[in-house]
């Protein structure tokens, strides 16, 4: 996809949403941008615990940046 002129990657976007490909879309991106949440309702599963939904309590958020720390990606929050 692109942005104002610029290529975006968007891991919710993606075709293949495999834990390989994930990891791929990061150490491929010139930087990681993180757009960090504290707790939310998530309107796909509104009976889940809000606590849960926060950027920092999720599994695959905190595994992408791991590996954008690991590939030495400028990270942005």
Same mark, same amino acid.
């Given at each position: ?5 610029? =290529?975006?990657?968007?891991?919710? @976007?993606? !075709? ?6 994930? $990891? ?18 998530? =309107?796909?599963?509104?009976?889940? @615990?809000? !606590? ?6 999720? $599994? ?18």
């Amino acid at each position: 996809m692109t942005i104002l002129g610029l =290529n975006t990657w968007l891991d919710v @976007n993606m !075709e293949n949403t495999s834990t390989p490909a994930m $990891e791929e879309g990061v150490k491929m991106a010139a930087c990681f941008i993180a757009i960090v949440t504290g707790p939310c309702v998530n =309107n796909d599963s509104p009976n889940d @615990n809000p !606590e849960d939904n926060a950027y920092f309590r999720r $599994e695959y958020c905190l595994m992408e940046l791991r590996w954008a720390r690991a590939a030495g990606k400028r990270c942005l929050f």
